[in-house]
């Protein structure tokens, strides 16, 4: 049994990880969830919204699956998800898009992970005044990348690939322009990949990676990126395959990992019993893959896809269906 703490989060939250709790338990899968709040709920409760006892159980587990979060806005709260990504230095982004059975998009056979550098890039929020003058208004940012980072995430994503048996890492840059940044980036990966012979790399300059994706996103396989690169270019994969309400992503680091849904609480829905948990769902099937435990992950796809064939009757009306959270649940529970 492996320990995973279970944050069930805000709004929606509760409604899907019952779910995905739910489908893990039929397909056998062996995990112990430890429940713990962040969010919304946390804050109002507590004060904070990532209590201690829930950063403590995250620091003596190191795996979590985590649902969405509200963030009020407003002073005194600080983002649960960047707090968590700092203090576990979760540098890599992870997020598969692969094309799913009765899902409707204009791309056929979309099957790429992209790797998204997560702790630097232009990201780091240091910007400043040059000048605040009326009319003269002038503001700088500064992007960081560090040899060290990088060298963390290219790795990453050549260990995936031959872990995964995937053939092709593309590294996405610009380093014609942002020669000492990028550039950095593109040198290290053009090195890293010398030690993964059987890997084929290739380099793309942003702007035409943006272009190839949408004509012909089946040539890419495994993708790493900077900060704000991969912060747009996720979002373009997942909406290849029908978007974030049915795409699971993962933040890894060295020794923690957090699994979570990209889409937000949806209040305008709690409580319905229409919120889709296919998100969380596939962000737990990283999370199954992570701790070995693929032949279940494999297994709950597997029923996920059958379920879809049959979208009208089973799934949530988000994706075209006239069912709901429970009977999209029962399904795939049936289908395992
Ligand atoms: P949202 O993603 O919650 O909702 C946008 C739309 O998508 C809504 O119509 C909602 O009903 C729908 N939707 C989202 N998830 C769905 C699901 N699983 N099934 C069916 N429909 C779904 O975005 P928002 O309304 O901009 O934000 C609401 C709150 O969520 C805000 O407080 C925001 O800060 C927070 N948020 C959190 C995260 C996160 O924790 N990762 C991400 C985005 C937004």
Same mark, same amino acid.
């Given at each position: 049994?492996?320990?995973? $703490?279970?944050?069930?989060?805000?709004?929606?939250?509760?409604?899907?990880?019952?779910?995905?709790?739910?489908?893990?338990?039929?397909?056998? @899968?062996?995990?112990?969830?430890i429940? #713990?709040?962040?969010?919304?709920?946390?804050?109002?409760?507590?004060?904070?919204?990532?209590?201690?006892?829930? %950063?403590?159980?995250?620091?003596?587990?190191?795996?979590?699956?985590?649902?969405?979060?509200?963030?009020?806005?407003?002073?005194?709260?600080?983002?649960?998800?960047?707090?968590?990504?700092?203090?576990?230095?979760?540098?890599?982004?992870?997020r598969?898009?692969?094309? =799913?059975?009765?899902i409707d998009?204009?791309?056929?056979? $979309?099957?790429?992970?992209?790797?998204?550098e997560?702790?630097?890039? =232009?990201?780091?929020?240091?910007? #400043?005044?040059?000048?605040?003058?009326?009319? *003269?208004?002038?503001?700088?940012?500064? @992007?960081?990348?560090?040899?060290?980072?990088? *060298?963390?995430?290219?790795?990453?994503?050549?260990d995936y690939?031959v #872990?995964?048996?995937?053939?092709?890492?593309?590294? %996405?840059?610009?380093?014609?322009?942002?020669?000492?940044?990028?550039?950095?980036?593109?040198?290290?990966?053009?090195?890293?990949? *010398?030690?993964?012979p059987?890997?084929?790399? +290739?380099?793309?300059?942003?702007?035409?990676?943006?272009?190839?994706m949408?004509l012909?996103p089946?040539?890419?396989?495994?993708?790493?990126?900077?900060?704000?690169?991969g912060?747009?270019?996720?979002?373009?994969?997942s909406?290849?395959?029908?978007g974030?309400?049915?795409?699971?992503?993962?933040?890894?680091?060295?020794?923690?990992?957090?699994?979570?849904? %990209?889409?937000?609480? @949806?209040?305008?829905?709690?409580?319905?019993?229409?919120?889709?948990?296919?998100?969380?769902?596939?962000?737990? =099937?990283?999370?199954?893959?992570?701790?070995?435990?693929? +032949?279940?992950?494999e297994?709950?796809? #597997?029923?996920?896809?059958?379920?879809?064939?049959?979208?009208?009757?089973?799934?949530?009306?988000?994706?075209?269906?006239?069912?709901?959270?429970?009977?999209f649940? +029962?399904?795939?529970?049936?289908?395992?």
């Open positions: 049994m492996k320990n995973i $703490v279970l944050i069930p989060g805000d709004g929606i939250g509760s409604e899907i990880t019952n779910s995905v709790t739910t489908i893990l338990e039929e397909a056998g @899968a062996e995990v112990n969830w429940e #713990k709040s962040a969010g919304l709920k946390a804050y109002e409760e507590t004060g904070n919204p990532l209590p201690d006892d829930t %950063v403590e159980a995250i620091e003596e587990h190191r795996i979590a699956l985590k649902g969405p979060l509200t963030t009020p806005v407003g002073s005194g709260f600080r983002s649960v998800n960047v707090a968590l990504r700092q203090k576990f230095n979760l540098y890599s982004n992870i598969p898009a692969r094309t =799913l059975p009765s998009t204009p791309f056929r056979n $979309v099957d790429m992970v992209l790797f998204r997560n702790t630097q890039g =232009l990201y780091i929020g240091k910007e #400043k005044w040059i000048n605040e003058g009326e009319d *003269k208004r002038h503001s700088e940012a500064i @992007a960081v990348v560090t040899e060290e980072a990088s *060298k963390k995430i290219i790795r990453a994503a050549f690939a #872990k995964n048996e995937r053939k092709k890492v593309t590294l %996405v840059h610009k380093a014609n322009i942002l020669k000492l940044t990028t550039g950095l980036f593109l040198e290290i990966g053009q090195k890293i990949a *010398k030690e993964y059987d890997i084929e790399f +290739q380099d793309l300059i942003v702007d035409n990676m943006a272009m190839q949408v012909r089946q040539q890419f396989d495994v993708v790493v990126t900077t900060n704000l690169f912060d747009i270019l996720s979002d373009l994969a909406g290849l395959v029908g974030l309400g049915v795409t699971g992503a993962a933040n890894i680091g060295d020794d923690a990992a957090m699994f979570e849904a %990209v889409h937000g609480s @949806a209040p305008d829905i709690v409580g319905k019993n229409v919120a889709n948990p296919m998100a969380l769902l596939f962000s737990s =099937l990283m999370m199954l893959e992570h701790i070995d435990q693929k +032949q279940i992950a297994n709950i796809r #597997k029923a996920i896809y059958k379920t879809l064939v049959e979208k009208k009757v089973y799934c949530t009306p988000d994706i075209g269906g006239e069912g709901t959270t429970s009977t649940t +029962q399904a795939v529970c049936d289908n395992i």
